[in-house]
């Protein structure tokens, strides 16, 4: 995109889409930029999608990662550095007339931080509406029933997701099973993890030796393709429904 | 509390549990201290059953609610002051020996920010747990099947609770209806109050007229009571595993 | 106070009054909120005086205290935090129209920051009137003639009050004498506690073993209603004539 | 002095004595940098007095004066960044070994600073020791009895001391009265005069139409002298005594 | 790169090498990613070479480009933001063991915070080498003589590097001559072009009309692939040189 | 100047000039102060000879110099105080109408910051003119051919400019060579003192165990005149064209 599409498309009243990731450690066999490029991959088919309602703007590599600085290779930005990223790039757009902003977020540590910024975007830039969005939940719907009882990051839907998108990225043969049931963890981790509240965050050098939470040896490329499809659909419906409310 | 007291507590490895309230509209008929009064009273009766094993922290009387800033007398921090306010009460407490700090928030509107306190909290204060909770939801269990469509601030469940707790504090002949079917609303305030994903934040003078989600007019002490049993026996719980774990 | 009542004491061109208190070591006999109790209870009293020509705000529980965090229970913000505490404050009270705010402030530690945010106002909100007050210095017309040598934090003064506004909260078995004379403490303490300039803060576990400068135990009840009864008037005073100007 | 001349300073146990002023308007007849010229001045006269036990430091030319940004010229620093000013230059000096610091200040506005950031000393350094001093309060004994009414920035005190310090840089010909009577001034601007607190800060262009307030025509160099000789006795002995002790 | 491979490159010794961007128009021919791409590619190539002894850390895709905010589709951090996003990425890896960092900038605005962030680094980060490098200025040995008189943003270099590296990013039918010549622009837009110091530094729409300095229509992929391979050398040359020291 | 010659030269369209310097090391013979007096004096010399084009601002006498921590005596801010005291300067002038401000520093570790600080300007103050100049840059043409090959801070330059401006100040039995040859340094100076990029800022206790680059022993005051003239020259002869432009 150059300066003159992105004149026609501010001008048009499309929604700018960010994509939003991280950079951390996913195990022993998915490679640091997984949230990064699981995000730009929902964008680029959201966007398709939309034929032109919706633009791609820049990405953010690197997210709110401090609960993975034990395993080598993490980078994070402290919630402030993050929500000050999100809030001038978003201040740059509506600059040039975009009155809707959508960030797509690959990782869920970024979640709690966008959520924040929306609301300070409520008074300094009224007239703008602020959505975000993580990736994996979307896709409920579609996830198998027999997940292991803890699983969540480079697990079972990350991985999928992954050999769907990226599977010259992923290191098959080194995927190994991370922590997969409660009584593996000690009892302030167990605690971490319990459904509902209250919410206790922990390291995860304390909830999983590898760094995995689940079992990314079960996953394969159609669930990731089905996750994937999943997810696109819900965004792409909900920015639909919000260019024509 | 003196700082006898607090010496004692400090070295004995209690929790400190900090009320967080909002300073806030809450309709025609409750108080702006609303979220604070819930919080302290439910702080207070969870301290009680835990018999010394907690120790109430000073409060935190103004929250993050600028999407209440349309009406009148709703004072807000914004998310960054917010953090640095919870960051420098854990800071001190921390100081004088304390690992374990878990506040209690009557107000949603502060969840994001205490979670992205938390993050940083890993890495600034990693011999430190940090935990948090909402109020109301964790008396799901308890709530009526009957609730309006849209419901929630100042609405069915937190007016049963101030009847419960404070009910000098509450005009009865002034509680209103407000905002109650999801076809009263405009088609983006809709779609911010779908369920799931992305999250659409807006201001709350787009939701209400009156600042009320939900029918206050059917609330009865007696849900009030019941939810603050469920919310108290929750937390204290937490907290009794927690010192055990 | 409601929404409504706000934004009535909004439109009538009122007073907000706020009061800030401390959360720290009083001694072993009064409590760490010693000085947001006697700020409330002047708050109070000097509202009622007025008549609704002034209402409250919400309290700053917790103030600048770094001089006694080596006395467990302490807890302080930094000046930038509480400046920021008493700016947006402030901020969201002028955007509901109000235009004349003051804070009583019970712990002399706050009043240097509170001056700075006064400075600070004068240009990011020209139209406003920001007035601060401390408690005990605009008693010194009642005060006791023969107070010791070396006075203040939870001495005389301040344990009179307590034992005027919340005698419960007193443990007077544990009230017990402080530093009370200049010879009592080393050079460098005494040259802080001289009177005029140069100014050499330093932290109260120096000026003090238990935390207290004076002698509480001649404090009586009489001597804190007087003082009280004084520092309201004088502050009624002040906002009445404010309001007349 | 060069390097040579502050290691052996440093490592000799010293005092820094830092002047501090402020760029605003001194009414018609007197420059911008007044109170820098006065700082300076008085922190020479220190150190000579102290004949090698105290060294000066860098200057800072420019201080918290919103009150005065109406009158042209006036360049005023936010009071955070005057802290971080002072802040920094104490952190530099506090790596080369030096433990005593003293901020001398010719103008009224960084006082309340100056101690907010000795606040924060005490628990970022806690083995330094800052003190500051303003310089014309110093002289109270000194002053003439029939000062007008009203008396202060660019009045008969400072005027005198400029006559003796830098008569060159004075315009004796304008020199004329500012206000020098409270009813002169607006109910406001009264209230705000008064002695004792509550505080309320203005701006200096609702106080004085030319910026002075009191009658500087009537300063004499001789006044000048016996203050300046008052003040710098005050700190000179302060100075001794802190090192002695 | 998994978090396997990053812990073997720290304790390897190895240099993290990281891309750093402007999101920001190159014209009506070039995407706003321009800046970005060619620094991924240097950095790519530059780590091919160096087989090993170099890493790829997370690419800054957006930088410091306020004088391109005239043209739509421009983001930019402010200074301090960006600042903190280098200090953020550099603070991660130095807790993995990294003691060599390197920032390969492609915008020219972003040099300036580089060398602010490496000042700064010297203090908190003792033991860390941190260096960086714009690209284009690297290339100076195969810079054609005939370049116009008035050069850089978007023009011959830019141009062919990118028809070098992305040629089907380019709209080659789009590229157009901006400014070539000094005699084109008004006084004070010539005075900022000159030579030298003072620098003058102003906005891009008062220095071309289509946001190109130069003539993007003479680049060549030839001239590109020339100056990408003296960049690369020159940037692999250092990074050996700095292994060896 | 007061504040009735500022109120004319503002609405009479002058350039305000700030100097800027640096309290840091300048080896055994030479004041910390070097460069605020260099750049002061070069200030004054440009003033006088614009008649009245030009106004001097209040000096900024410390400046970013964490690299010359290691010798005694060094007082730096960091490089986000320093940008915020020059942005606090800006405005206040911008405030009384001043819409052009040229900072000369005697420093070049203020270069980064200076021009951080004038792209933010670009965006915050756009009706603004925002210039900055190093001293000794801007007169190679009467620089020495023979300087040695390592030279600069506290060097032939400097030193001959002191010589020249404040001799009275400069101990010259004290004056010693410093690091002159890229031999003399370790690997790592040595590539930290090559021309070009990349760039590898170190601290210079690494680069010369006096602080000195260069053989200031050579230095006289006439070469230290003819800087001075050229620079001047250069400088006025800038502001015009800027006046004019």
Same mark, same amino acid.
């Given at each position: ?17 960010? *994509?939003? /990731? ?8 998915? *490679?640091?930029?997984?949230?990064? =490029? ?11 999608? $939309? ?5 791609? /703007?820049?990405? =953010? ?6 609960? @993975? ?32 902003? $959508? ?15 929306? +609301?300070? $975007?409520?008074?300094? @830039?009224? !007239? ?17 029933? #027999? ?25 098959? !043969? ?11 963890? #000690? ?7 319990? #459904?509902?509240?209250?919410?206790? *965050?922990?390291?995860? #050098? ?8 689940? !079992?990314?040896?079960?996953?394969? *490329?159609?669930?990731? +393709?089905? =996750? ?6 819900? =965004?792409?419906?909900?920015?639909? !429904?919000?260019?024509?409310?």
């Amino acid at each position: 995109m150059t300066t003159l599409e992105a004149g026609r498309a501010a001008s048009a009243g499309t929604v700018v889409i960010i *994509p939003a /990731g991280a950079f951390e450690q996913h195990g022993p066999g998915m *490679p640091l930029a997984t949230d990064l =490029i699981r995000a730009e991959h929902v964008v680029e088919q959201v966007t398709a999608r $939309l034929g032109g309602r919706a633009v791609v /703007g820049p990405s =953010i590599p690197v997210g709110v990662s401090p609960h @993975h600085l034990a395993f080598a290779g993490t980078v994070t930005l402290s919630t402030s550095t993050f929500a000050a990223v999100v809030r001038e790039y978003v201040d740059s757009l509506h600059r040039h007339g975009w009155r809707k902003v $959508l960030v797509v977020t690959g990782h869920g540590g970024n979640n709690a931080t966008l959520t924040a910024v929306g +609301q300070d $975007l409520l008074t300094s @830039h009224p !007239d703008l509406q602020f959505a975000w969005t993580p990736v994996t939940p979307l896709a409920r719907a579609v996830m198998p029933a #027999d997940l292991s009882e803890v699983h969540g990051h480079s697990g079972e839907a990350e991985t999928a997701q992954m050999l769907h998108i990226a599977p010259e990225l992923v290191h098959r !043969d080194r995927l190994e099973k991370g922590t997969t049931s409660l009584d593996e963890l #000690d009892p302030v981790a167990r605690l971490s993890r319990r #459904d509902g509240h209250p919410s206790l *965050p922990i390291r995860y #050098d304390r909830l999983s030796a590898n760094g995995v939470l689940g !079992d990314p040896t079960v996953a394969t *490329p159609e669930l990731g +393709q089905s =996750i994937v499809d999943t997810v696109v659909a819900g =965004i792409a419906g909900f920015v639909a !429904d919000w260019l024509a409310a």
